[in-house]
């Protein structure tokens, strides 16, 4: 029994031997070399088809509940696809959309706008008037001219009027004060002016003021020029309409005010205030007193030129004429009397 089982394990590997054997002699025979690559190069794309196939069924796999992309030509969009389109939605009844709405309780609002805090009334506009302004435009100062009871100045852009309006001037101060606003009306936007009214208390030694002046703008504590605007003209045209004439006259006083406010000209109209018992002071004196106040120039002219009109009855002094002499020219003076005083300002006024 041993040796059949050897026997039969020397045949089996008798075999094996000879199988290796033949597997070897194929291996190194050149047959065997020539088949090889291509058995390789065949199992290995039989792999790659093999992967290829198996990823894209893995792919088509995990796709199959998405539905396919379609591109909408009106509305450049990706949209999914529908197998039939969708039926149109019924119109609404408006009435009964308002219906539903009114029914809803309002509770049922997502959220409540909160309330406006109250607002408080605004104050009425304070609006003013409307006013004109005169916009003065003139480049040639020689143009700048007044004219005052007959008497004229020229390139004069400051003025002030001094005017008698004492007592004496009762009967005729109304047609001269219309001459005063006739004068006053012709002046031009860019000139400035202002009118100071002579009524002097009777004691020269007196504090009272020896004249009155147009406080434009109101408060004013001492005469100053104001512009010839058509506002400030109506203001003095106003406050003339309030003189009346009272008091007596001292001229020095106002003409000693006048010159402090450096005009071009000043225009002085009086009747009576030459009396050295009103001036407390000698004609001379005055004279002396107004070459201080406007003295002359080497040139031989004064800064101020005054113009003289005496009014009513002559000077017994001449102080007047003498003034403008002095501070005006030859030209510089005139006298108008009682009887020519109405019928030369009434028809000046029906020019």
Known sequence: MERRTSRTRRRRGSRTQRAWWAATALWRSDRTHRTLPWLFSLALHAALIISAAFIVWRIRESHTDTPPMVVSFEEPAIAPAMAKPPAPLPEPDPAEALDQILAQPTDAMPFEAPALPAMPEPPPLDIPETQT???????????????????????????????????????????????????????????????????????????????????????????????????NKQAVYDWLNTIPAQRASNIIPALEAALR????????LSSGGTDPALLGMSPDAALSRLDQLNPRHASGDRSVVI????????????????IAQAHGGESGYKFISRDEIARRFSQDGDR
């Open 261 to 268: 406010l450096r005009p071009d000209a000043v225009f002085l």
């Open 133 to 231: 302004f005169e916009q003065p435009v003139l480049e040639d100062t020689s143009a700048l001219q007044v004219e005052f009871s007959g008497l004229g100045a020229s390139d004069a852009r400051d003025i002030v009027y001094v005017v008698d309006a004492s007592g004496s001037m009762i009967t005729s101060l109304p047609d001269v004060l219309n001459e005063l606003r006739r004068s006053i009306a012709r002046l031009h936007p860019v000139q400035r002016f202002q009118v100071l009214l002579i009524q002097s208390p009777r004691d020269p030694a007196s504090k009272e003021s020896a004249f009155t002046w147009t406080t434009v703008p109101p408060g004013l504590k001492r005469p100053v020029l104001i512009d010839a605007t058509r506002a």
């Open 307 to 322: 113009r003289t009109i005496q009014v009513l009855e002559a000077d017994p002094i001449d102080l007047l004429r003498r």
